[in-house]
């Protein structure tokens, strides 16, 4: 895993690359503001970019919309300290595969991380039912049964399965009966038909526009 650091605080991101390149993670760059991170992506390519938000010169929402329209390929999860709901909406819009607060545990963090990095969305529970909830938005009916359409009875399973919380290629195919290849196949299909460069960003598209319904929970 190659990766690069964004944030305007020297001493954070020492102490973070310390931690990342003590669990093997190869940091390949640092950046103190969102143009620098810009022009390192470009030169480097990294597959993880870790964002701050708030920063000089280019915020880190900025820098992320940038990276996700020219570099699709490269991972970009934030790593921030605030806990506003409109950030984390935000960054998911931005392109951001994942939204990771910067009190969580390290081991919590390394494993999410490696999440990321399998393709998975990097949002603890807490913040993917927020996203859920904030995306869950009826559009145009006649918009809406186009996209329906749009699918294979199979990807129409698969993405239902993501809606409900099931995002890992693993817990997929347990769910589906099928194989990992399978999943990842369909997903990428999925990926394709909407335009969309993750998971994370499927869920939210599909519930912002009523593709899918998430079930209600008892209370």
Excluded: W
């Excluded at 949002?123 to 329906?148: D, I, N, W």
Aim: with cysteine; glycine share 6%; hydrophobic share 45%.
């Amino acid at each position: 895993m190659r990766l690069m650091i964004v944030d305007d605080h020297v001493l954070f991101r020492d102490g973070l690359k310390s931690l990342l390149e003590a669990h093997d993670v190869q940091v390949v760059a640092e950046a103190g503001d969102g143009e620098q991170a810009i022009r390192l992506a470009r030169q480097i390519n990294p597959d993880i970019v870790l964002m701050d938000l708030a920063m000089p010169k280019m915020d880190g929402l900025t820098a992320t919309r940038c990276l996700s329209a020219e570099l699709p390929n490269i991972k970009v999860v934030i790593l921030t300290a605030s806990l506003e709901d409109s950030d984390l909406f935000e960054a998911i819009k931005s392109g951001a595969e994942g939204y990771l607060l910067k009190d969580l545990e390290a081991s919590r963090f390394l494993s999410m991380l490696k999440g990321v990095a399998r393709g998975e969305p990097g949002l603890t529970p807490l913040l993917a039912k927020k996203v859920l909830q904030e995306f869950a938005r009826p559009k145009a009916e006649a918009s809406k049964e186009k996209e329906v359409d749009a699918f294979t009875p199979r990807e129409r399973e698969v993405l239902e399965a993501m809606v409900e919380g099931v995002t890992t290629n693993r817990s997929l195919a347990l769910n589906l009966g099928v194989s990992e290849n399978t999943i990842k196949f369909h997903v990428r299909n999925i990926l394709d038909k909407l335009h969309l460069h993750n998971r994370a960003q499927v869920v939210s598209h599909a519930l912002r526009h009523g593709i899918v319904q998430p079930r209600e929970t008892p209370s």
